[in-house]
């Protein structure tokens, strides 16, 4: 268990629709991050926030979003969902300042857009 | 160009003995890290190791040890004594600049599948 919480862990959606991930960090780790693993794509990094603020931007697509609560715990918007969004979506967190700066990942929400 | 590259399609290794998984990156900045991740079939990420740039010995965690080659560019894990748990997809990952800095994502390989034989 790596203590990154992630809900819910299946989501089955029509096309057209919005749906809301969420994420809670390990205790004390202040940067949250967004994965996206699709077959044809591999794991491509989405967005990244630091304690509230909007670090680092990946390959995001406009009809999705995210934000940081005060509370750390984070949110991933997907809205006018296609069939290609269908995917597992990681959420990870790291400390941020350590050598390392290690990354643990959650155990992902499975999407599927039928 | 890819940023990270493991080839190995496929690899099999009988239970009990030792098991090379390659990963060669390429970057040109002199900060990096290079991490290796296990995927099993339940689809969690699990981490594994880490290796510095500036690191000065290769990283080991248990069974887990991480050859790495700075000028050739390639930072292989080394699985001993494989085990039947072993068996699971597994990612060679960089973030390019210091820890803490602006950028801190991760890119990643395509993945190596690696199966342990009883």
């Known amino acids: 268990d790596s203590g990154v919480t992630q809900t819910p862990k299946h989501l089955i959606t029509a096309t057209g629709q919005r749906v809301t991930l969420r994420c809670s960090p390990r205790s004390g780790d202040l940067s949250v991050y967004w994965y996206q693993q699709s077959l044809d794509q591999g794991l491509q990094f989405l967005i990244q926030?630091?304690?509230?603020?909007?670090?680092a931007k990946g390959n995001i697509l406009e009809r999705f979003s995210a934000q940081q609560f005060p509370d750390l715990h984070s949110e991933l918007n997907l809205s006018s969902l296609e069939l290609g969004d269908s995917a597992l979506y990681f959420c990870?967190?790291?400390?941020?300042?350590?050598?390392?700066?290690?990354?643990?990942f959650g155990p992902g929400t499975r999407l599927t857009v039928l | 160009a890819q940023k990270i590259t493991q080839t190995q399609p496929g690899m099999f290794v009988q239970e009990k003995e030792a098991v090379t998984l390659d990963c060669t990156y390429d970057?040109?900045?002199?900060?990096?890290?290079l991490f290796w991740y296990k995927q099993p079939s339940s689809g969690e990420m699990i981490f594994l190791i880490y290796?510095?740039?500036?690191?000065?010995q290769n990283a080991t965690e248990g069974r887990y040890s991480l050859n790495f080659q700075k000028a050739r560019k390639s930072a292989n894990l080394v699985i001993s004594a494989s085990q039947l748990g072993d068996s699971a997809m597994y990612f060679c990952?960089?973030?390019?600049?210091?820890?803490?800095?602006?950028?801190?994502?991760?890119?990643f390989g395509k993945g190596i599948t690696l199966s342990v034989r009883p």
């Open positions: 990952a960089m973030r390019e600049g210091l820890s803490g800095g602006a950028n801190s994502k991760l890119t």
């Open positions: 970057t040109s900045d002199p900060s990096y890290g």
């Open positions: 990870a967190s790291s400390v941020v300042g350590q050598a390392a700066d290690t990354q643990y």
């Open positions: 290796q510095g740039s500036y690191d000065q």
């Open positions: 926030y630091y304690n509230g603020e909007e670090r």
